[in-house]
């Protein structure tokens, strides 16, 4: 083999080389932007989801607080209820003494 013909097959190797170092360094950048935009995609997707499950969550929060209120207040309605019932009732005995003591002494001051 000639050194022409050596040197010949080594700039094609050297070219061949570098053609697919080229081609290496193309896909590798190709691959590191995609994996980029998917960390960023990822990153954003995750942000969602977090505001998502704080919107549910203080949605939750906000629904159980205005089911306990209604709660309370019928609760607190019922009790004002009784009271009430309670108070006419014991008005009603505190009458109803007072007409029995009038009745009795009125007989006995006869």
């Known amino acids: 083999m000639s050194s ?8 094609q190797i050297k ?4 053609e697919m170092n080229s081609a290496i360094q193309a896909s590798k950048s190709k ?3 995609e ?3 998917a960390r ?15 919107e549910q969550i203080n949605s939750a929060v906000e629904e159980a607080r205005e089911k306990a209120e209604k ?18 009732l014991l008005l009603d005995d505190k009458t109803l003494t007072s ?3 009038d009745v009795l002494f009125s007989e006995f001051s006869r």
């Open 4 to 11: 022409s013909s050596y040197i010949d097959i080594l700039q």
């Open 35 to 37: 994996l980029k935009r």
């Open 31 to 33: 691959y590191e932007e």
């Open 71 to 88: 709660e309370a207040e019928k609760i607190l309605g019922e009790a004002r209820e009784k009271a009430e019932k309670l108070s006419k």
């Open 15 to 18: 070219k061949a080389e570098e």
């Open 40 to 54: 960023e995609k990822f990153a954003s997707d995750i942000e969602e989801a977090k505001k998502s499950a704080e």
């Open 99 to 101: 007409i029995v003591e």
